[in-house]
């Protein structure tokens, strides 16, 4: 149940973001804007800017793999400058992700997670509502943000870009003509 919850929800989101890195990429060659650029931009002034969305959407998606099935993850210390480094950081979480196996993170739901924050802030909860209601908002929200900032920034995507892994799902005749 709480490997179902995370590791192939965080396969797809990091997937599709790694896809749209790549059209902004492209797209930015096309329109002269640089990866610095991208990698410094930011929706807000108090807001993280992209790498370090992307570096959070990482970290956050192997976190419950350390907490809840006590799996060595990597460190993601420093924000890439570019969109190569970027898509390293990906490629290294979705490397770990996919060798988690089914029953790591455990089927008991109301088993005691806790963690602490840096600012000393201790959480108590069970471990389902550790995915609910920590996990999956904090992986979404830097996922949503990095997309947000490659929106901003001017790369053409759409939600079809955002949940690209859907197409899988797709009945076959029934996509609307081009």
Not at 67 to 91: N, S
Not at 111 to 123: A, D, E
Not at 141 to 167: E, N, Q
Request: aromatic residues 12%; charged residues 20%.
């Amino acid at each position: 149940m709480l490997y179902d919850l995370t590791v192939p929800a965080y396969q797809n989101g990091l997937r599709a973001l790694s896809g749209e890195l790549s059209r902004a990429r492209t797209w930015g060659e096309q329109n002269g804007i640089g990866e610095l650029q991208f990698a410094v931009a930011r929706l807000a002034p108090d807001m993280f800017p992209l790498a370090s969305q992307i570096r959070f959407t990482c970290i956050q998606a192997l976190q419950p793999l350390a907490r809840l099935a006590d799996v060595d993850v990597p460190e993601f210390a420093d924000d890439a400058t570019d969109f190569a480094g970027m898509q390293d950081q990906i490629a290294v979480a979705l490397a770990v992700l996919d060798t988690v196996d089914h029953g790591a993170l455990g089927d008991d739901g109301d088993r005691s997670v806790s963690f602490t924050l840096p600012n000393g802030m201790i959480f108590d909860m069970r471990a389902f509502d550790y995915v609910r209601d920590w996990a999956q908002p904090q992986f979404y929200f830097h996922r949503t943000a990095a997309y947000a900032v490659l929106r901003h920034m001017g790369v053409p995507l759409g939600k079809a870009d955002y949940v690209s892994y859907m197409m899988r799902y797709l009945r076959p005749g029934t996509a609307p003509a081009a």
